[in-house]
């Protein structure tokens, strides 16, 4: 009985900490493990990005619970899903992108059964009273069903990808992580597909070298670019960071051309 | 055999780690659940309104563990107390000040007993020395009276609470959260037995409107008054910072005024 | 089946979790303790002296998971060990300094045993493919000499020590904590050998009263050195910061001398 947590609720406030209270009052078995509660205030992409990164690491049947909720007390959803191998219980508002962007199987529920709600339900922390609830039960085994009613479709922005043409990748920054490091939509996988060997890279009006294997292939403070942790094409420093040396931001194009021999 | 944990130590260094690493090395069975380790340094006062936040929400019988301790090594007495529902252990400094004004029922001891010490005591960290230990036995079911000799009054200071007339209610800002939403002392139980609807909000020389039932009822960016998660009056902005837009302390007024028509 | 995790990647991404994830899947009954996330990026030293502050306060067992890594992907090795009561996972970068000259009793080997490895290895993120799964396998009782071949010598750093002669101590500050504490490479133990006391105590050019008992020996916003909770000897500041009131860094001296009468 696993939970994991992901919010923008920040480790200042006791927020997170009640949470895991609700949770424990109602099954002192279930653990809980952070995944992190600094994704920035109402940044449902990079939320949804965080749980791309994350939610396949953990043991089949875990719960991920899921709360960066900018439209709490609004008209959107408060949802419990099964995709895949794993439970989600969110807001419906795209937090789920990137998961149903790699998961067939999905069934889902709008969590309006109010027995599983925790009472008085507040305005502004659902959380606390309605998604906390809804992953400790779900973590003890009560059926997706017994939640509430059918959810149909869920809310899911478009996933960035690639642009790919013979002779060219256009990739996008989708995230930059604490190191600096700059991570695009491009799958080692599709990059596979293309078939060109060697490339040059180009991000903010420089050549940079790769792929490489590993860091070490460059001096200190040099730029790189390899396939990183999570399958992704990165760009990085070795030992600084590609963001700030680069000018790096998410949403800047990459690209990838097919090496051509110039004769001056 | 729950145990929470605030501190203001930060989570920087290896002080917090350390504390679980001792109530883990006492039995290794006993959970540990952190509130907060972000309270401001040596502000007992805000260390008093995160448990306040908090200790509700855990299964009857948790261990809260507080170490907010200006005093440590000087004459405060080191305390452990049961409250209501809940144990408490901490220097006796001003930390249970909202808990012991929210529950009548109460015992407490002086940690006195050495026995339950960790040896030797060192002059700056009773938390790793004292208190967690402490903690770590209360949660096995060692009885109160076993840690030491009787308390008697433990230190309070006065909790702040709206100055009301009929005609007006002026509340105090008594917390900033991390979104910058502003929590007054006035509780909504408070509120409900004034009677006075509709009413004029007045924080920071500008009419907020309000209580309005949900962050949605206004623009974004807008201000709004509204009673919050933890069932007191707090000021937002939609999507923004109160404390910042409207430059709200701890310790500031905001008032809320029967509205009179005026003919000019 | 205890396991600490001690790492630079801060908590903002998702690489801790993810860390967890993993040693769940291995084996959901293990637990995890943060010690730190908060090493300065790629400090070693930083690692190290974190880890010599805290792994002895965990029950005989424990398994400590240390990853500060600059040299991943290149020749550095992974390694597990036994040292003294508790076992360690990290490269072989020096991590281990302090508690190798803590401790004699020692095995180790290199994680050269790809069965124990999560496929496929990142070139980036050995944490997750490499040592957070050496290090579930081990709090689930495999034996170390099952991860690989034995490491011979481990890398060590000099550990800093004071100068010793008879009329004077010269030690250095070794890390500066959270709140600004200044402490040295000066323990306790060897302190009590000098057998000088009344000293002058002279840091950042200015004479410190000291070594006090506690904080509360001296007004509010003094210097002061003390014995801290870690045995060594430290120089702060009651109730503020003695490494921004001083401008005392990591490798700056101070000097206990004997007190000598002087007639003007």
């Known amino acids: 009985m ?11 406030d006791t927020y997170v900490g009640v949470m895991k209270g609700v949770i424990k009052d109602i099954d002192p078995h279930i653990e809980i493990i952070d995944l992190t509660h600094e994704i920035p205030a109402q940044d449902i992409a990079a939320g949804a990005f965080a749980l791309k990164t994350s939610f396949a690491y953990f043991p089949p049947g ?8 900018p439209g709490v007390g609004s008209a959107r959803r408060p949802i419990a899903a099964h ?24 069934e889902a529920v709008i969590l309006n059964n109010t027995q599983y709600w925790r009472h008085p339900v507040s305005r502004t922390f659902h959380g606390r009273d309605i998604f906390a609830p809804a992953a400790a039960h779900l973590a003890c085994g009560v059926p997706l ?46 990059y596979n597909t293309w078939h060109v060997t060697p490339c040059v890279i180009s991000a903010a009006g420089q050549d ?17 670019a390899l396939f990183g942790s999570s399958g992704h094409f ?29 004769h001056t």
Chains 1, 2, 3 share one sequence.
């Open 2 to 12: 696993l939970i994991t947590l992901l919010t923008d609720f920040g480790t200042r």
């Open 83 to 106: 995709i895949g191998s794993y439970f989600y219980v969110c807001p419906d508002n795209g937090l789920l992108s990137y998961v149903l962007a790699q998961e067939k199987r999905r």
């Open 145 to 190: 069903s017994d939640f509430g009613t059918q959810a149909g479709a869920l809310l899911s922005f478009p996933v960035p990808t690639p642009r790919m043409t013979e002779g060219q990748i256009l990739c996008h920054v989708i995230s930059v992580d604490v190191f600096g490091n700059v991570i695009t939509d491009l799958s080692e996988d599709i």
């Open 208 to 224: 940079i070298p790769g792929p490489v294997a590993s860091y070490s292939d460059v001096p200190d403070g040099a730029a790189l």
């Open 234 to 262: 990165e760009v990085a420093v070795r030992n600084g960071s590609a963001a700030r040396t680069l000018g790096l931001n998410i949403g800047d194009g990459i690209s990838l051309s097919v090496k051509t021999s110039t």
């Open 62 to 69: 875990t719960v991920h619970l899921a709360v960066v909720d």
